[in-house]
């Protein structure tokens, strides 16, 4: 069977269990797809790559409020009426 895997480096889970540090520091900062019997089981990710993607996640949520409120209707307003 074939499995998808979405990052460039790959260990195995006795290798993690082993050296998880070690393993960690392979992968330069990136994330780590790691193996049990060559099947995918879970993503490895360091902090700062975790949280990179935490802001992802949260300017695509912004960026759906932003596009909703755009297409709503204005209300147009002076300077002088404020």
């Given at each position: 069977m074939t499995y998808q895997v979405l990052t460039e480096i790959a260990t195995s889970i006795s290798e993690l269990?082993?050296?998880?540090?070690?393993?960690?520091?392979?992968?330069?900062?990136?994330?780590?797809?790691?193996?049990?019997r060559n099947e995918p089981v879970f993503y490895c990710v360091p902090?700062?790559?975790?949280?990179?993607?935490?802001?992802?996640?949260?300017?695509?949520a912004l960026l759906k409020i932003v596009k909703a409120r755009l297409?709503?209707?204005?209300?147009?307003?002076?300077?002088d009426d404020l």
């Amino acid at each position: 069977m074939t499995y998808q895997v979405l990052t460039e480096i790959a260990t195995s889970i006795s290798e993690l269990k082993a050296n998880p540090m070690k393993v960690v520091a392979s992968g330069d900062g990136m994330p780590i797809v790691v193996l049990n019997r060559n099947e995918p089981v879970f993503y490895c990710v360091p902090a700062p790559a975790y949280e990179a993607m935490m802001e992802l996640i949260d300017d695509i949520a912004l960026l759906k409020i932003v596009k909703a409120r755009l297409a709503e209707e204005s209300v147009k307003v002076s300077f002088d009426d404020l």
